[in-house]
């Protein structure tokens, strides 16, 4: 049996463990027997959230849409992008709030952030039904307006808050250079729980880098909406993420003990002195693996317990509205031989979703520079990376090949094009998040609520 001492704290003064509406923390090394030579070991740091049907209370919501309404836009597309927008508003209940930025050449609030209710949301309908396509792409003075309502909103500091930016191509008015854009973002998004922001990329005209840029720097996602169809799925997808968020501003902290050193750390946000990783928030239902590659020094001789990492993970609860914190520490056993054993399933599935997410992002790059046999060689190394695995029957393992696979028929096929890549960037990080973006891998799912809200706007834009 692996060990992994958990130590709950604070959980007596705020109730979290009785009403299980807090985030749960364990960590599994890859080997409980670790020979007595220096050795590289691998372990995982799992946090999960509760189930939505544990949570009887939800924090409220303050979100802004930023929405694109320049002249490619016109008909069908800001149509359906109106009436999603229009979704949110339904959705949303007493105590939320919402505003709505819409951008072409100028940038227009069409509904400064409000608070919603029954005697407000036909106004905010109606302020979203008059915006109409016409004009360029000034996406950043958008964006910049839309965190602005969020960052200066007078709303309470345990109310969630996001931005959701839509476009369907290029910003090519105003601030334009990303790396000015990202700067800007950055000293904006400041302060306890800054709002997060979602990119949502219509198609292949829109740069998937550009606006993974600009989510990384919102701490939110990039989301690919592969046609007109998506984009109420998308926005009720995210919106059912926002309504369940049980954790945000999440730290989990690395010590190293006996003498071992982190070689590496994959997941999350991770500073340069390998000694912390952090995560914007933790919807419903969501778990998050980090995976850690370590050094453990030589022994003279076996020693039954090693302490080797002890792990540390702060979060607000956005439950009980508290701030909390978890403890584990990861022993092994050193022995004088080698001991045959099998490696921890969740550490071999983790080690396959990085190399998965990893290759999937280098065959696109190769395909983009023309490459189509280089980008199939390396994504047949990743099949048989994943045949090869021990892990290899596991469900987590078959959806990664089968996303593998469907990126591979992509790039071989003569009509690869800038959708197909955009799909495979937003697939790849969704893979490295564990979060849905939009996709359709198998291995990144929506959460059950995502899933309901996502078939809930699709039936609402449909009427």
Do not use: W
Request: with cysteine.
């Amino acid at each position: 049996m692996l060990k992994a001492l958990v130590v709950c704290l604070f959980c007596l003064t705020v109730g979290c463990c009785a009403q299980n509406v807090g985030l749960s923390l364990t960590a599994t090394p890859e080997f409980e027997f670790v020979p007595i030579a220096e050795q590289t070991v691998f372990l995982v740091v799992s946090f999960e959230a509760p189930s939505s049907a544990a949570v009887s209370d939800r924090s409220p919501v303050s979100l802004t849409a930023v929405l694109d309404r320049s002249g490619s836009m016109e008909g069908s597309k800001i149509d359906l992008l109106k009436r999603s927008t229009e979704f949110l508003v339904d959705r949303l209940e007493d105590g939320d709030f919402i505003g709505v930025v819409s951008y072409s050449s100028d940038v227009t609030s069409d509904v400064p952030l409000s608070p919603i209710s029954a005697a407000t949301k036909s106004g905010i309908n109606e302020a979203i039904d008059s915006i109409f396509a016409s004009g360029s792409t000034n996406l950043a003075g958008g964006l910049f307006q839309g965190i602005d309502q969020q960052v200066d909103a007078d709303v309470s500091g345990t109310v969630v808050k996001s931005v959701i930016l839509f476009t369907d191509g290029l910003a090519n008015v105003g601030v334009t250079d990303i790396g000015q854009i990202t700067s800007t973002m950055t000293n904006s998004l400041t302060g306890v729980r800054p709002p997060t922001v979602y990119a949502l990329g219509f198609g292949g005209d829109h740069d998937a880098a550009f606006l993974q840029a600009i989510a990384e720097a919102g701490r939110g996602s990039y989301v690919f909406v592969a046609n007109e169809n998506a984009i109420a799925g998308a926005i009720g997808q995210i919106l059912g993420g926002l309504l369940t968020v049980t954790a945000q501003d999440i730290v989990v902290e690395f010590e190293p003990l006996s003498g071992a050193r982190i070689v590496s750390i994959r997941g999350g946000a991770v500073n340069g002195a390998l000694t912390r990783t952090t995560f914007p928030d933790l919807f419903a239902e969501e778990r998050r693996d980090i995976l850690i590659e370590m050094r453990v020094p030589v022994l003279d001789d076996a020693l039954e317990d090693q302490e080797i990492l002890r792990v540390t993970m702060r979060y607000f609860n956005t439950i009980t509205e508290e701030t909390e914190v978890r403890t584990t520490t990861v022993v092994i056993s050193r022995s004088l031989d080698l001991v045959d054993s099998a490696p921890a399933s969740i550490v071999e599935t983790t080690r396959l979703r990085f190399k998965v997410a990893d290759d999937i992002d280098t065959a696109v790059a190769q395909r983009e520079a023309g490459d189509a046999e280089g980008a199939s060689e390396t994504l047949d190394g990743t099949l048989t990376a994943i045949e090869e695995s021990p892990e290899s029957d596991s469900p987590e393992a078959q959806a990664l090949a089968a996303d593998v696979t469907a990126t591979k028929a992509d790039v071989e096929s003569d009509d690869f094009d800038e959708s197909d890549a955009n799909r495979a960037a937003a697939g790849a990080e969704g893979v490295s998040a564990q979060r849905s973006t939009g996709s359709g891998f198998a291995s990144s799912t929506a959460t059950p609520t995502q899933s309901i809200f996502a078939s809930d706007a699709e039936a609402f834009v449909g009427n």
